[in-house]
């Protein structure tokens, strides 16, 4: 069964910065974009930076500049360095593929990322 286990999360403040790590199971880690989603408390899951097995990196604007995705694919992780953070990063962060029909993986437990103001 493929796992993903996510960790890092923790409680900073304004300005703070976390580095989050995803641990795959699976072979297909080597081959899939994989990406870094959050969830608020109320709203949906968000996908918030991807990678694809080359290398190549997209983020959604509000963590441009901030956040940085990277992989290393001989150990089957997956890590975000987030920086200035603000409270509005705060949620549950998972890591799960990223294809056209969405996350392809069973959801690990996330990471909690609280950011106090």
């Known amino acids: 069964q493929v796992q993903l286990v996510e960790s890092g999360g923790g409680l900073v403040q304004t300005g703070g910065s976390l580095r989050l790590s995803c641990a795959a199971s699976?072979?297909?880690?080597?081959?899939?974009?994989m990406g870094w989603y959050r969830q608020a408390p109320g709203k949906q899951r968000e996908l918030v930076a991807s990678?694809?097995?080359?290398?190549?990196?997209t983020y959604t604007d509000s963590v441009k500049g901030r956040f940085s995705i990277s992989r290393d694919n001989t150990k089957n992780t997956l890590t975000l360095q987030m920086n200035s953070l603000k409270p509005e990063d705060t949620a549950v962060y998972y890591c799960?593929?990223?294809?056209?029909?969405?996350?392809?993986?069973?959801w690990g437990q996330g990471t909690q990322v609280t950011v106090s103001s």
């Open positions: 990678i694809r097995s080359g290398g190549v990196t």
């Open positions: 799960n593929t990223v294809t056209s029909s969405g996350p392809a993986l069973s």
């Open positions: 699976t072979i297909l880690f080597k081959i899939s974009t």
